[in-house]
């Protein structure tokens, strides 16, 4: 996400994909970084992966 084209290309692509499927929030697994990015269909979270894991396992 540090590369401003893929922070662009990731972004973009997961603002559309909410939009069609007409979701309020993304999320974005990375290595390291965390952040909120608001897009016109919600936000996108950035998570780093260990975060995501604790948060999201069974």
Do not use: C, Y
């Not at 979701?23 to 936000?43: C, D, H, L, M, W």
């Amino acid at each position: 996400m540090a590369d401003p084209h893929t922070r662009k290309r990731e972004t973009t692509a997961l603002a559309e994909a909410m939009s069609e499927l007409q979701q309020a929030q993304g999320i974005i697994v990375t290595r390291n970084e965390e952040e909120q990015i608001p897009v016109f269909s919600g936000k996108i979270d950035v998570v780093p992966a260990w975060r995501f894991l604790l948060n999201h396992s069974a």
